[in-house]
């Protein structure tokens, strides 16, 4: 499996720009499709954005389109999120995630694709 550490979370004010890396070890990088899920308190996790081996194609949650980017730089085995115009609502610990899937669909949203998770990040956004 490949090991990962997510980074640069923090405080925020509502309408400001933060952005979480995620350093992956252990494994070829560009072996995987990358993911960023979250979780609230008191909510289940949910799915956030994927981005393909290559970096070539992306999937992104409706609740955060056109405000974040999933970007990766294989040669630095990192994958990157980066959040704009941020809501209290996204207030949450961000977690990476590494899957093998062999295809690249509309199911890589689901959590149960990914083997490899992160210790996660928090992100907190003030009104």
């Known amino acids: 499996q490949v090991q990962l550490v997510e980074s640069g979370g923090g405080l925020v004010q509502a309408g400001g720009s933060l952005r979480v890396s995620c350093a992956a070890s252990?494994?070829?990088?560009?072996?995987?499709?990358m993911g960023w899920f979250r979780q609230a308190p008191g909510k289940e996790r949910e799915f956030v954005a994927a981005?393909?081996?290559?970096?070539?194609?992306?999937y992104y949650a409706d609740a955060i389109k056109g405000r974040f980017t999933i970007s990766r730089v294989n040669a630095e085995n990192t994958v990157y999120l980066q959040m704009n115009s941020l809501k209290p609502e996204d207030t949450a610990v961000y977690y990476c995630?590494?899957?093998?899937?062999?295809?690249?669909?509309?199911?890589?949203?689901?959590?149960?694709?990914?083997?490899?998770w992160g210790q996660g990040t928090q992100v907190t956004v003030s009104a």
């Open positions: 995630a590494a899957s093998g899937s062999d295809f690249f669909n509309d199911r890589i949203r689901e959590g149960r694709r990914y083997g490899s």
């Open positions: 252990g494994r070829t990088f560009n072996n995987y499709i």
């Open positions: 981005i393909n081996r290559s970096g070539t194609r992306t």
